[in-house]
């Protein structure tokens, strides 16, 4: 299928972030494309070819065909909408349904006879039917499965990643009876090339969204348990995993900090729904608490070995380096770097915190934290190597104990991301723990 082919066709992706951003210049570059978000600030960004998300760069963004709007009339000229705002949580953990109701909104106020709505945004097994349909027909006036269809297909970008992207994973969709999905998996398998996969009702695509997710979160929470034992063991968790690792089957997960969009968020869907039918999580839920403790334990740690030392938490200069919730990528949301913050706050302590990757004016708003450079940090008592993010990595261990200054006996050096050797660690001259 080729532009040329149906002149009338257009494809609009509502909500430009992480994931619509890719998606709309991916279409592109097979149809027309209207991309549409509320934030006019952003929609400004585009227009002039700059890509905040770097998931595709200033050169594809200035080149690509996608006509960028905070207009939302300009949806009524769509036959195919993909909707792709997140989903967060609310404070209580609960799912945060607002902004996909707020976008089923605003396309239902503008939506055309005939035209296919599919959601990309995460939600449990039920949503899109139960609460996104019904919106659409009450804005539009129009009836669900009589003047227009809806279908379903997860997003599974990662921010970030540079081998697994868009066109290289494969696409789960579904529609809300078998001509739906067939069209919506014709009109997907144009970009992406490996190819969809078909699954049987829009709530079985719900639920691989979030079972995917749960699944890495279960198995890395296994881990942090393992970590927090193993640190009373005094057994240093990567070593151990190490040489796990050398067996065939052996599933390669790590401990670690569990943020983001997508894995720290979409168990707590699971777990909603499930108990709304009735049923307690016992594993995914388990998962999460142990997962959302991880910041907390790591801040204990470094407040541990800074008092075996001798030194003063009070007093002591801390760096954190990195903030955003995975290495190499702007993404700041749920990261779980704020709760080792924010858990030092509670005894008077105020980090600085390295980040080349984060925006310095997003995280004051966000966070109330002012980002620090690499050579405005001296003398540092304690450093966390929370995000192995690449431009750390090439300062080597050696630049990073650098910060310390040269008095570095009694200096607090904590490897989150498992970066460096034990050997490395120990000629160091630096006290050390890594997770």
Request: charged share 25%.
């Amino acid at each position: 299928m080729e532009k040329k082919e149906d002149s009338e066709f257009k494809i609009a992706i509502v909500g430009l972030g992480y994931v619509g951003m890719p998606l709309a210049v991916a279409f592109s570059e097979q149809f027309p494309v209207i991309g549409f978000d509320v934030n006019s600030r952003k929609i400004a960004q585009y227009k002039k070819g700059i890509d905040e998300t770097l998931e595709v760069g200033d050169e594809v963004i200035s080149s690509c065909s996608v006509e960028f709007t905070d207009e939302e009339a300009k949806l009524r000229e769509a036959s195919f909408v993909v909707v792709a705002v997140p989903t967060p949580i609310n404070g209580d953990k609960t799912p945060d349904l607002s902004p996909v109701i707020r976008a089923s909104e605003t396309v239902g106020r503008n939506l055309r006879s005939g035209a296919i709505v599919v959601y990309e945004s995460t939600v449990y097994p039920g949503v899109t039917e139960e609460i996104c349909a019904p919106i659409l027909e009450k804005e539009s006036g129009l009836k669900c499965g009589v003047d227009f269809r809806i279908g379903y297909s997860p997003e599974r970008i990662n921010p970030g990643d540079r081998v697994h992207t868009l066109k290289s994973i494969r696409k789960i969709v579904s529609g809300m009876d078998p001509e739906t999905r067939d069209r919506i998996g014709q009109i997907y398998d144009t970009i992406i090339e490996a190819g969809t996969f078909p699954v049987s009702s829009i709530k079985t695509a719900e639920a691989v969204k979030v079972v995917e997710n749960s699944q890495r979160d279960i198995n890395i929470a296994f881990m942090n348990e393992m970590a927090m034992v193993f640190e009373r063991m005094g057994i240093d968790t990567n070593e151990v995993v190490d040489g796990m690792n050398t067996k065939w089957n052996a599933l390669g997960f790590r401990p670690g900090l569990v943020g983001g969009h997508c894995i720290g968020v979409d168990p707590y869907y699971f777990i909603y729904e499930a108990e709304r039918l009735g049923y307690t999580s016992q594993i995914v839920a388990s998962g999460r608490r142990i997962n959302d403790h991880m910041g907390i334990f790591v801040a204990d740690m470094a407040l541990k070995k800074m008092i075996r030392a001798g030194i003063d938490p009070s007093k002591a200069k801390i760096v954190i380096l990195g903030i955003t919730f995975k290495e190499n990528c702007p993404d700041i949301r749920n990261t779980k770097v704020l709760d080792i913050i924010n858990h030092l706050r509670e005894y008077g302590i105020e980090p600085q915190v390295v980040d080349p990757w984060a925006d310095k004016e997003l995280v004051k708003q966000e966070y109330g934290v002012e980002l620090k450079e690499w050579s405005e940090i001296q003398n540092a008592d304690c450093v966390i190597h929370a995000v192995a993010h690449g431009e750390f990595r090439d300062r080597g261990l050696e630049g990073v104990v650098s910060l310390m200054g040269t008095e570095r006996s009694k200096k607090i050096l904590l490897d989150i991301k498992g970066e460096w050797s034990v050997d490395a660690l120990n000629k160091s001259g630096v006290i050390w723990w890594r997770m």
